[in-house]
């Protein structure tokens, strides 16, 4: 299923890199890469890095239902992830827009910035990890999301590592396409074993049918 689901994903994200990549490319031009003088280039990487990482905060929202849906092993498909992302908007649009308001200011630090962006970026994907595996609301996953980092880190080291070296490369455009995906599979494989449960919409009941017998 897992399978499936990352060949599914390469697909969409090939299409979506289209979309993509203006907003992408201007973080690589940040002041984080390169001394531009503020007027003439700074002003405009830290408003492209915030439109790149707002619309990545979005994206990675329904990775992240994707993910999850993969690896419980239910149905998935990214229209069903997108309608359930809309219906948390409220607590995923406010994340997104920190998220790049927080990435515009590191564009103004070199080189450290891009280690910053890299750890914000796993950051994230535990807080929105934690809100659509155990229903929790953003208030409360932002700290939680600090501890669950912490015991991935005590309790399976590897892992953190992997999850660390993706969220770096994920801050690198159109590369974050296929390293972000594998940063969301890791954790939610991680609270997956820990016996996180899913909170992915219910099934309908199944109608009862009576037995011949009881007939």
Known sequence: MVIFFVVDLIISAIVLAVLFLVFLHGSL????????????GGVTGVILNFVSYFLLGIFASILIVEARNAVSNT???????????SSRLSEVLPLCVILGVIAALFSFLP??????????LMYFVAIEGLMFTRASRASSAISDAASLLSEV???DALSFVVIL??????????LNIFTLPYVALVLLVYLSEKGATPSSPPQPPTP???SPASA
């Open 29 to 40: 031009y940040s002041a984080s890469f390169v001394a531009l003088p503020l007027v003439l």
């Open 75 to 85: 149905p998935y498909s990214f229209r069903s992830a997108r309608k359930e992302v």
């Open 111 to 120: 080189f450290l910035g891009w280690l910053l962006k890299g750890l914000l």
């Open 153 to 155: 880190l005590n309790q």
């Open 165 to 174: 070296v993706a969220s770096l490369l994920s801050v690198v455009p159109i």
């Open 208 to 210: 009862y049918v009576a």
